[in-house]
């Protein structure tokens, strides 16, 4: 990697325009409206009183994949998407137009062999307005591009959460399509669709991507502990731990700890944790 080149990259701006179909869109990709008699979950697929689910801002105005720029000289095959952090500034409109600004805000170097972490923020704004959206901030583990060096303000690592049984759960059963459905939100990485890439990246089939388990999280924090409200969530995060594969079911696990709600997802049939060291928080 060439430290310099990714300390000093510039991102162009990104102007995306959606619509109220591409909002249901999403939020039929994380499963809502698997009870069609659900007004809460109705709100978020069906145009009468639509609103958009907050982890929309990670998908929004994406920037393509620029770790590929060869100046910057990243491994990218070996990047891991390993934690994702959303804030919400004000409700995301169900239909509009957006601009996202992105900036490499810092890189950890771990040494030799052992990677990198690479800390990489977007702004989101209301075009129109110009006001601020979501702080949105992608953590990418950088496997090959270890003793590199480092620069910027590197957050503190999520905590571990606490060995002590869940206060609430939430169970969301994943469809064997989901991930073919939430491809069409914008990331259409073939390893979530085609059975030979899954296969050359070590899955025996495809798998559900990472931010689609981090939105049913988000669908689990909403239906648990906001009355299926978006404008309560102020904020979320986790790290990824394994990968889901469509059909499973997610459950998500809840536990006050500390004055913070925290959580973990973890996939039932196989009984693995797939997010972890998960916060929400919420507004009255």
């Not at 990104?14 to 069609?36: E, K, N, W």
């Not at 390993?82 to 169900?94: D, K, L, M, S």
């Not at 030979?196 to 981090?214: E, Q, S, V, Y």
């Amino acid at each position: 990697m060439n430290l310099e080149a990714v300390r000093n990259f510039h991102f162009e701006s990104v102007t995306q325009s959606y619509t109220r179909r591409d909002s249901m869109l999403y939020a039929l990709g994380l499963g809502f409206g698997s009870d069609p008699l659900d007004p809460a979950q109705l709100d978020f697929v069906y145009e009468a009183h639509l609103k958009a689910v907050p982890s929309i801002c990670c998908v929004l105005a994406h920037p393509g994949f620029w770790a590929r720029r060869p100046e910057l000289g990243i491994d990218w095959l070996k990047l891991l998407h390993g934690e994702q952090h959303f804030e919400i500034h004000a409700p995301i409109p169900a239909e509009g137009t957006v601009g996202a600004s992105y900036e490499i805000a810092a890189v950890a170097d771990k040494g030799p062999g052992k990677g990198a972490i690479l800390h990489l923020v977007k702004t989101l704004k209301d075009s129109d307005s110009g006001g601020r959206l979501a702080t949105v901030r992608s953590v990418l583990f950088l496997r090959g591009d270890g003793g590199c060096g480092s620069f910027g303000d590197v957050p503190g690592e999520p905590i571990a959460l606490p060995a002590q049984t869940p206060a609430q759960t939430c169970d969301i059963a994943t469809l064997p399509q989901s991930a073919l459905i939430y491809r069409l939100s914008g990331d259409y990485n073939p390893i979530h669709a085609d059975p030979d890439a899954a296969a050359k990246a070590g899955f025996d089939r495809p798998i559900l991507h990472g931010l689609c388990t981090l939105g049913v999280a988000t669908r689990a924090a909403l239906a648990t502990l906001a009355d299926g409200r978006p404008e309560r969530l102020v904020s979320l995060s986790a790290r990824f731990s394994r990968p889901v594969f469509p059909g499973e079911t997610i459950r998500t696990e809840f536990f006050p700890v500390g004055g913070q709600l925290r959580f973990r997802s973890r996939v039932l049939e196989r009984d693995v944790v797939v997010l972890d060291r998960g916060t929400v928080t919420l507004r009255d």
